[in-house]
């Protein structure tokens, strides 16, 4: 297993995830107990040392099945993450009798790494309401010992990362973010990177193979990918993407069986991080599978001529992203802070926008069409 420092300790650069852990007859909220019992008891045997979980993974059974799968381990043996659930607004008054039943779920008295959960554009005003006193208690929980280190997570765009930061960041010690090869410029990941880069945070990433999207390609796409590997496996190229950029200290993979799991720790015994080459055809890749999106530029003239002062280089963003994504959380998450009045149902049709798209982007039909992926 490749290990990666983290201020003194040493971290396993693959962290095993738990929000996909097997579950019994399909039901997310039934976790299979001893099949995880057994992927820990691989995970640790192979020099997995970092676990995470979080309050609302399968339906809130995530991190009372990991703290039993690793109470059979001595304390100090594994770093256990969680998260403060801030993704569901009614949590924001409710930090401190959250973070102690999660201690009571979990099985242990403090938590090595503790996040803000899921910074995004729907919740960063309340992350940022002193009135719910969430950092200050947080801070007061890791000057007691039981944080260890304190972060957060993001799926939101730059800008709410660094309205968090400006308010945070000399007090977060890492950020976890989506990133993969797909999403280095699809969800501008390579800009994020070099945000936390500035205030010296050091990276975890979520997603690292997109939900399982770039766990396999196209048999024209492989077959490139063979010809500079031929032993590695297409997975194991998005892993050696994450191995080749700087700051990234933990690789977390949902896994959901213990084949998953073998495969993956057999990539992270080595670190065979990619050449140019290597990336250029990577990343190469990834434009031709993100061809199909709407190639719009953000010039915003479009928003100029629309009668209902739509964000409309914004909606299209979120559309693209849940077209290609064939669905998701992302889209649905962040028009929860736009107001109902400028959501792409208020989109009239008049084509005014079109009028002035250099791309010759059909708006008003994106407009409709996300509309009907929305309501499913």
């Known amino acids: 297993m490749i290990y990666r420092d983290f201020e003194d300790l040493q971290l396993s650069a693959l962290g095993m995830g738990a929000m996909r852990l097997p579950v019994v007859d399909g039901n997310d909220a039934v976790i299979d107990c001893e099949a995880v019992e057994e992927m820990v008891s691989y995970a640790m045997e192979n020099g997995i040392n970092y676990y995470d979980t979080a309050w609302g993974y399968h339906d809130g059974n995530s991190e009372t099945v990991m703290g ?34 999660q201690l009571e779920k979990c099985g242990v008295s403090y938590f090595d790494f503790y996040l803000f959960h899921n910074v995004c554009e729907m919740n960063i005003d309340a992350y940022l309401d002193e009135s719910y006193k969430i950092f200050e208690y947080l801070m007061e929980r890791k000057k007691n010992g039981q944080i260890r280190h304190l972060g957060f997570s ?35 990941a390579k800009a994020k990177m070099e945000l936390l880069k500035s205030y010296n945070i050091p990276v975890w990433v979520m997603e690292p193979l997109r939900g399982g999207r770039l766990a396999s390609l196209s048999e024209e796409n492989e077959a490139k990918l063979k010809s500079l590997r031929p032993d590695e496996t297409v997975p194991a190229w998005a892993f050696r993407f ?9 690789v977390l993979s949902g896994m959901s069986d213990l084949e998953q799991l073998k495969e993956n720790i057999e990539t992270f015994r080595t670190d065979k991080p990619l050449s140019k080459e290597e990336t250029d055809a990577l990343l190469s890749i990834a434009d031709g599978m993100l061809s199909g999106k709407l190639p719009c530029t953000a010039c915003h003239y479009c928003v100029s001529h629309c009668p209902k002062g739509l964000d409309i280089p914004m909606l299209l963003n979120l559309y693209n992203e849940h077209a290609f994504t064939g669905g998701g959380f992302l889209a649905p998450m962040a028009l929860m802070a736009v107001a109902k009045e400028k959501q792409p149902s208020a989109c009239v049709g008049c084509r005014s926008c079109e009028k002035v798209c250099p791309q010759q982007i059909k708006i008003s039909e994106a407009m409709t069409d996300f509309r009907k992926k929305l309501n499913g």
């Open 154 to 188: 993001a799926h939101g765009s730059c800008e709410v990362m660094k309205r968090f930061l400006e308010a945070y960041g000399k007090d977060m010690e890492f950020c976890q973010i989506q990133l993969n090869y797909i999403d280095w410029s699809f969800q501008d």
């Open 242 to 250: 994450l191995q080749s950029l700087d700051g990234v200290k933990v």
């Open 68 to 101: 039993k799968a690793l109470s059979r381990y001595p304390r100090d043996s594994y770093y256990l993450a969680t998260k403060f659930p801030g993704y569901d607004l009614a949590n924001m008054p409710k930090v401190k009798e959250i973070f102690e039943k």
